[in-house]
Each structure stands twice: as structure tokens, then as C-alpha cells.
């Protein structure tokens, strides 16, 4: 297996403009994560899917920020305005479900470091 | 909400010598510990994981205790080598997929 992809792997923007990241997880995995690493404030959980719907966005820092998942393989982070404070390395992951009330082991993507200026 | 502390923020050991990275946990119901090491320009990795039930894990020279009355939990390296250089996030979770994440631990190994 590929493993979880993300695309671009380096992104180089304005102030103001749109940043899409893309995402595709490991086949058969129904559980997808989008987090963002600073090193003020670490690895931070955005937002998690489980079969495509969102479960907890809670982590979404303001309405700038949107997540979709329109398919199993397939997700985007959306920013629309960037700004200079969104520079961060995002990564995507995924995993199975729970097992037996277990939580499953977590498969990164190599993340898709953000620059905006 | 759960909230992880993680110390040390850096550790430097020599070469072959034991490296100990602590975390203290808030939420008394979370139930599963992971420990994930990221290497330079990737994404982090699962290295050893714990669940509540059990006080210690092992697996070859990694090893990770629990104690569920303080809620701490250490992740212990022996025989350190050169290629266990990385930063450490240790995680907690109540059962759920969702993890709380530590601030991290840069490890450098010195030769």
C-alpha cells in the first residue's frame, strides 16, 4: 500500500488567498484526521471523518477553515483567506475503526508544509 | 477537555545509554496511550501503544509504563542508538479515534 497521500508537499502562498490541501487515505480505512503542527502549539487534532461525515470539528480554529470528504479516498482542507498564522505543517491521517472498543493505530501522510506571506 | 503535558521538551543522551520521556494526562476516563516518533520531514509514527488494563509494555528495547492513580505514563529507550534521534509525541484518548497529543520531545543521540 501507498500509504496516506497528500498533496502539494510544500505550499507557498499570500495573504489572502485560497489554500486547498488534498488528501487521500489508506484503502479501507473509514476514519480520516486533519492536523496542523506548530511549534507553539504542537500537533493539534482540526477535525475527524468517519465514513465521509464529519464527527468532531471542534479543533477547527475559525470559519476561515472548512474540511470535505466527498468520497472514501478522498478528502480537502480548505483556508479561504489565508493568513500568515495558518503557516503550519498539516498533516492527514487514517485508521480503522475501533476494535472491541480499541482505538486503532493512526497512518500519517508526510504532511504538506504551508507558507503564507 | 483532555489535556497532555509532555516533559522533557528536549533530552540529550550519549550513545547506549537510557532515554525516559514522562506525560501526565487531566482526563481519568481516557484509557489509551500511544506513543508515535516523527522523523525529520514525515509524518509521526506509532512506535508502542498501552491500554489502561495493563502497567507495562515492552517490545525489544522500548518499554512503556502506566500508572492510572497519578495518571502519568513514561516512555523508556535503552541501548540508545543513533537512529532513535526524533522527536516523541506521547497521546491519550478515551477509547475513541479522536487523541490528545503532547508538545513532543526532541531526542538527539550523541556518539
Known amino acids: 500500500d501507498a500509504g496516506v497521500i497528500q498533496s502539494p508537499r510544500h505550499e507557498v502562498t499570500e495573504m489572502g488567498q485560497e489554500v486547498t490541501l488534498r488528501c487521500k487515505p489508506i484503502?479501507?480505512?473509514?476514519?480520516l484526521f486533519w492536523y496542523r503542527q506548530t511549534m507553539m502549539r504542537g500537533l493539534e487534532l482540526l477535525i475527524y471523518f468517519n465514513n465521509n461525515v464529519p464527527i468532531d470539528d471542534s479543533g477547527m480554529p475559525e470559519d476561515r477553515f472548512s474540511a470535505k470528504m466527498p468520497n472514501a479516498s478522498f478528502s480537502t482542507l480548505k483556508i479561504q483567506p489565508s493568513e500568515p498564522r495558518d503557516s503550519a505543517v498539516y498533516f492527514c491521517a487514517s485508521s480503522l475503526p475501533p476494535w472491541g472498543g480499541d482505538p486503532r493505530e493512526q497512518y500519517f501522510g508526510p504532511g504538506t508544509r504551508l507558507t503564507v506571506t | 477537555g483532555e489535556n497532555v503535558e509532555q516533559h522533557p521538551s528536549t533530552l540529550s543522551v550519549q550513545e547506549g545509554d537510557s532515554a525516559v520521556i514522562k506525560c501526565t494526562y487531566s482526563?481519568?476516563?481516557?484509557?489509551?496511550f500511544p506513543w508515535y516518533k516523527q522523523e525529520l520531514g514525515k509524518g509521526p509514527q506509532l512506535i508502542i501503544d498501552?491500554?489502561?488494563?495493563?502497567g507495562e509494555k515492552k517490545d525489544q528495547r522500548i518499554a512503556v509504563t502506566l500508572n492510572k492513580t497519578a495518571k502519568h505514563f513514561s516512555l523508556h529507550i535503552t541501548e540508545t542508538q543513533p537512529e532513535d534521534s526524533a522527536v516523541y509525541f506521547c497521546?491519550?484518548?478515551?477509547?475513541?479515534?479522536?487523541?490528545?497529543f503532547g508538545q513532543g520531545t526532541r531526542l538527539t543521540i550523541n556518539p
Open positions: 484503502s479501507g480505512h473509514d476514519y
Open positions: 498501552i491500554r489502561s488494563n495493563v
Open positions: 482526563d481519568s476516563a481516557s484509557n489509551y
Open positions: 497521546a491519550a484518548s478515551r477509547g475513541a479515534q479522536k487523541l490528545v
